[in-house]
């Protein structure tokens, strides 16, 4: 019995064989259930051990595969960083300025007279310098030989502009002239409006409107002798009626002058109050979901009413063509009115599928009728 438990069972021992020798010799049940559990205490270390060994082999894989994985990274970013320094072109340096807080930069350093804060900081950094206002970056220009190579030698690399929330929801997305970025479409509109509004044709042709309008306009005071007369909203009512004639033909005239001018004026002031409103989702983009302080809203608000305004008259004018061409069709004359700036900008409208340098959206006549 003892020269069996002499065995190494670890070293893969045939144990069915072990088993047969002891019971050819007569081994008693005590022995025969003594060598089982030997047998079964020698299998669970010898699985045990393999275990172990594979743990072991394992864990060395491992290590080798994460140190390789870490090599190929390091190389990999040493590379990327050798090609970015020899094909990039080196960015020049910003201006030098205040230095400010994080995430707020210097916006809590601006003083009320920025323009007295502005001279202050150029007397120490220079006449360019650079303030941080919230994530977006400022240049300011202090002096005037600087300004005129900004703003005439190389007015085509400053003329883009950063619009504001409320400029882009008031103007269909920065569609107008004033917004637009500095490209073909803004020469496009640019020439446009010269040609068709600001021309010496278009102003000698409303000289007869201006004149009706203004002789309208004493009228209507005359004839509020003795009582106080709001001189200021005259004047807007006489203007608006000059414009809305040049731009769609139309004008004001009784109950309809006096409510729609009122409501128009109002509105008109509360577009440019909005426009010049500080919001600080223009500072920190990322806010701009939120709307914090309502101007977006607002904006919107005043935006929908002009728009539909715009809406109804653009929608009466193709009716109106619509009309001319067939009563033309059937051979009836009606008298040749002129062309205001509105039917101009829907012909345009209609070659989109043509000339592109000549070609006009419905969001761009629209941005064009609210400047």
């Given at each position: 019995m003892g020269c069996y438990r002499q065995f190494d069972f670890g070293k893969g021992a045939d144990y069915s064989l072990l088993l047969q020798l002891k019971m050819n010799r007569g081994s008693s049940s005590t022995e025969a259930s003594s060598w089982y559990s030997i047998q079964d205490q020698s299998q669970e270390d010898f699985v045990e051990r393999l275990i172990c060994q594979e743990n072991q082999v394992c864990g060395q894989a491992v290590s080798m595969s994460r140190r390789a994985a870490a090599t190929l990274l390091l190389a990999a970013l040493a590379i990327a960083w050798w090609f970015r320094k020899k094909f990039t072109k080196s960015r020049p340096p910003l201006p030098p300025g205040p230095r400010g807080l994080p995430i707020l930069g210097n916006l809590p350093?601006?003083?009320?007279?920025?323009?007295?804060?502005?001279?202050?900081?150029?007397?120490?950094?220079?006449?360019?310098?650079?303030?941080?206002?919230?994530?977006?970056?400022?240049?300011?220009?202090?002096?005037?030989?600087?300004?005129?190579?900004?703003?005439?030698?190389?007015?085509?690399i400053f003329a883009n502009r950063d619009p504001p929330i409320t400029a882009l929801i008031g103007t269909y997305g920065g569609s107008d002239i004033a917004w637009r970025p500095h490209g073909?479409?803004?020469?496009?509109?640019?020439?446009?409006?010269?040609?068709?509004?600001?021309?010496?044709?278009?102003?000698?042709?409303s000289y007869a409107l201006r004149r009706r309008e203004v002789r309208s306009m004493v009228r209507c005071i005359h004839g509020k002798g003795g009582s106080p007369v709001e001189i200021g909203d005259q004047l807007f009512l006489t203007i608006l009626n000059v414009i809305l004639s040049m731009l769609w033909g139309g004008s004001l005239h009784g109950e309809e002058r006096t409510g729609l001018g009122i409501e128009f004026r109002q509105l008109v002031k509360e577009f440019v109050e909005l426009l010049?409103?500080?919001?600080?989702?223009?500072?920190?983009?990322?806010?701009?979901?939120?709307?914090?302080?309502?101007?977006?809203?607002?904006?919107?608000?005043?935006?929908?009413?002009?728009?539909?305004?715009?809406?109804?008259?653009?929608?009466?004018?193709?009716?109106?063509?619509?009309?001319?061409?067939?009563?033309?069709?059937?051979?009836?004359k009606k008298e040749e009115e002129s062309k205001d700036f509105l039917q101009l900008l829907l012909e345009l409208n209609q070659q989109q599928q043509g000339d592109y340098k000549s070609s006009l959206s419905m969001n761009q006549i629209k941005a064009l009728l609210m400047v």
């Open positions: 350093f601006l003083k009320p007279d920025l323009n007295q804060y502005f001279h202050k900081l150029s007397q120490i950094y220079g006449p360019i310098l650079k303030l941080e206002l919230g994530s977006k970056t400022c240049i300011v220009v202090s002096s005037a030989s600087v300004a005129k190579e900004v703003l005439k030698d190389h007015d085509a073909p479409e803004l020469r496009k509109l640019r020439r446009i409006v010269v040609r068709e509004v600001m021309s010496n044709t278009s102003l000698d042709a010049g409103a500080p919001n600080i989702s223009d500072l920190f983009p990322f806010l701009t979901r939120f709307d914090l302080q309502g101007v977006q809203s607002k904006m919107q608000k005043t935006f929908t009413w002009f728009d539909k305004i715009f809406e109804s008259v653009i929608t009466q004018r193709r009716k109106d063509v619509a009309d001319h061409q067939q009563a033309e069709h059937q051979g009836k």
